[in-house]
């Protein structure tokens, strides 16, 4: 178990929750987010606790480095934000849990335990969001039936479109060429029926909740 946050006063209540608890080891704490990324890497706990927001790389930022690098720790994001906007970001970038402050007297333990297991946790405040996401994507899929044509590496480039990243970029995060980035783009405007990369990026922006 990692814990990541930095306030120190916050972070040693959080340990000092799950200290008491069988069968729960704290292997390391930090204050920043790329520490904890080099923690996680060299420790390999099963499970993370990290704040959305941290010196050095924030709690989602890590998240997408981590799920790049493929790595087995399982990530709960701890913050005080209910935006669905963040809740939509951290279930994009392979996130288990999201927990808030506000409930972290109580629903810190279960949480834990649930991801840990592998299945997702979310404080029970955030069901209204996950909710609207899942009617949002239902909407999208009847508007526009051939997303689900895309692969599923197509599919990753469309939500990395959304988040407004040049294909230089997304070919670095991918580790792929400008040149496959680009054909792949060309295969998804061809597959949803789009005339030019401006039209697929005006698309991506206005539903990046629900790809």
Known sequence: MLIADDHPIFREGVANILSKEKNIEVVGQTGDGLEALRLIRELKPDVAIVDIAMPGCDGLELARKAQVEKLETQLIILTMY?????????IDVGVR???LKECIATDLVGA?????CGRYYFSPSISDALVRRKGGI??????????????????????????????????????????????????????????????????????????
């Open 82 to 90: 209910t935006d669905e906007g963040y809740f939509n970001q951290a």
């Open 97 to 99: 849990g999201y927990l």
């Open 112 to 116: 834990v335990r649930t991801v840990a």
């Open 138 to 211: 239902e909407s999208l899929l009847k508007k526009v039936p051939a997303l689900d044509l895309l692969t599923p590496r197509e599919k990753k480039i469309l939500k990395l479109i959304a988040a407004n990243k040049t294909s230089n970029e997304i070919a670095q995060e991918l580790f792929v060429s400008r040149r496959t980035v680009q054909n792949h783009r060309n295969n998804i405007c061809k597959k949803l029926g789009f005339r030019g990369h401006h039209r697929l990026l005006q698309f991506a922006i206005e539903n990046k909740s629900y790809l």
